[in-house]
Nanobody
Framework: QVQLVESGGGLVQAGGSLRLSCAASGDTMCIDDMGWYRQAPGEERELVAQITRGGDTYYADSVEGRFTLSRDNAKNTVYLQMNSLKPEDTAVYYC????????????????WGQGTQVTVSS
């Protein structure tokens, strides 16, 4: 089992910055990709950014160039640096960890954090 604990959400004015952190604990050796999703009121949850264990990243078009996702494998932590925030970035942000079951003794699993609110005022 893996537990994900998020921190760093809050209220910021448009154009400002926030940094989200997500620390994984438990059976972390089986984790492959980690990332962040977000869900605004009345909307579906969407992928924001994802990073492989090797450091390859993917960003949604809406955040490309403004958000940066990094990963510290020694600390089992990912960081989402969010710059030039816009009101449309307002959402609950969820940390995600995926296990693809490719390593011995590792099952296929998906884990979620409890979510952290990000509110961007205009």
């Amino acid at each position: 089992q893996v537990q994900l604990v998020e921190s760093g959400g809050g209220l910021v004015q448009a154009g400002g910055s926030l940094r989200l952190s997500c620390a994984a604990s438990g059976d972390t050796m089986c984790i492959d990709d980690m990332g962040w999703y977000r869900q605004a009121p009345g909307e579906e949850r969407e992928l924001v950014a994802q990073i492989t264990r090797g450091g390859d990243t993917y960003y949604a078009d809406s955040v490309e160039g403004r958000f940066t996702l990094s990963r510290d494998n020694a600390k089992n932590t990912v960081y989402l640096q969010m710059n030039s925030l816009k009101p449309e970035d307002t959402a609950v942000y969820y940390c995600n960890a995926d296990q693809f079951g490719l390593k011995a003794m590792c099952a296929t699993e998906t884990y979620w954090g409890q979510g952290t609110q990000v509110t961007v005022s205009s």
